[in-house]
C-alpha cells in the first residue's frame, strides 16, 4: 500500500486543519489506518486511528475531543481534522496503514507509511 498525506501548514492557535492521506496500490489488504506525530526532538507518538471496515475509531487522550478521524471508504482515502490547535499539536503528522485493529495500538501495527505533511501551530 502506498500513502501520500497532504494538508498540512502553518496555522494560528485555536485554528483548524484537514490533514487526507491517500492510499493506492493493495488496499484491500488494509484493516487499519492511522496517524502518528513526531514533534522536533521527540519519539513518533500515536495519534489516531480508524478501522477501515465498520469505522471504529481511536483517538488518543492528548488530541481527544479536538481531532477527529475518519475515512471515505470508496476513495480509498483518510482524514484527520484537526481543531482548537494548540502549539504542542506541531509536528511532522504521518499516515500509516497495517492489517490488524486491536484495543493499544502502536507503530508496531502499522506496515505501511506515508512521507509525512508538516504542521506548525503559532502562538
Known amino acids: 500500500v502506498q500513502l501520500q498525506a497532504s494538508g498540512g501548514g502553518l496555522v494560528q492557535a485555536g485554528g483548524s486543519l484537514r490533514l487526507s492521506c491517500a492510499a493506492s496500490?493493495?488496499?484491500?489488504?488494509?484493516?487499519?489506518m492511522g496517524w502518528f506525530r513526531q514533534a522536533p526532538g521527540k519519539e513518533r507518538d500515536f495519534v489516531a486511528a480508524i478501522r477501515w471496515s465498520g469505522g471504529a475509531t481511536y483517538v488518543a487522550d492528548p488530541v481527544k475531543g479536538r481531532f477527529t478521524i475518519s475515512r471515505e471508504y470508496a476513495k480509498d482515502t483518510m482524514y484527520l481534522q484537526m481543531n482548537s490547535l494548540k502549539p504542542e499539536d506541531t509536528a511532522v503528522y504521518y499516515c500509516a496503514a497495517g492489517s490488524r485493529w486491536r484495543a493499544g495500538l502502536t507503530e508496531t501495527d502499522f506496515n505501511s507509511w506515508g512521507r509525512g505533511t508538516e504542521v506548525t501551530v503559532s502562538s
Open positions: 496500490g493493495r488496499t484491500f489488504s488494509t484493516y487499519v
